[in-house]
């Protein structure tokens, strides 16, 4: 039986630790114990996109790095680093989000997709100030509103929104 990855991500993305917490915990003891990697990967990265999305963005920095320095080639790495530059960004760490940055730069140029940019785009305005991160912003929703990923879509526009609100 494979580890309940929909209801994982679902309950990370749902921000839902009373949900998500326990399903962390037991799918992590659980893929450890068969070997799995891809399963390892997937609940770090989940974990760290929990931790972002109820603002413990100390904690997310450690998870995220682990999930992001996960030696299978996989995407979830790339997510992972999303959550990296953000968790380190929000908390006051600029050369862990810098270091991540570099490394979905070089992932992003070579994939081309609307999403890959749409990424880079977030994570470089979360980055930036001024009229630079404006643009950045406009630009992740630009690409993102293209793909059929609308969570990250909805997370470029809250992070602009609270960007324009400071």
Same mark, same amino acid.
């Given at each position: 039986a494979l580890a309940p990855y929909g209801a994982l991500a679902l309950?990370?993305? #749902?921000? *839902?630790? %009373?949900?998500a917490t326990p399903l962390i915990e037991a799918s992590?003891? *659980? !893929? !450890? %114990? #068969?070997?799995e990697d891809? /399963? !390892?990967l997937v609940t770090r990265w989940a974990?760290? @996109? @929990?931790?972002? /999305?109820?603002t413990r963005y100390q904690d997310a920095v450690p998870v995220a790095r682990a999930a992001a320095q996960h030696p299978l080639e996989s995407a979830v790495i790339y997510w992972s680093l999303a959550e990296l530059i953000e968790a380190a960004v929000r908390s006051g760490q600029p050369s862990s989000a810098a270091g991540a940055y570099e490394r979905l730069a070089t992932w992003a140029q070579v994939s081309g997709t609307d999403w890959a940019r749409?990424?880079?785009? #977030?994570?470089?305005a979360l980055l930036s100030d001024g009229d630079a991160a404006e643009s950045l912003y406009q630009q992740a929703i630009e690409h993102l509103g293209r793909t059929r990923i609308r969570m990250e879509l909805a997370r470029a526009h809250?992070?602009?929104?609270?960007?324009? #609100?400071r």
């Open positions: 309950a990370a993305w #749902r921000g *839902d630790e %009373a949900t992590m003891a *659980d !893929v !450890v %114990a #068969r070997g891809t /399963g !390892v974990h760290a @996109l @929990l931790l972002n /999305g109820v749409g990424l880079l785009a #977030r994570a470089g809250l992070l602009y929104g609270e960007w324009l #609100r």
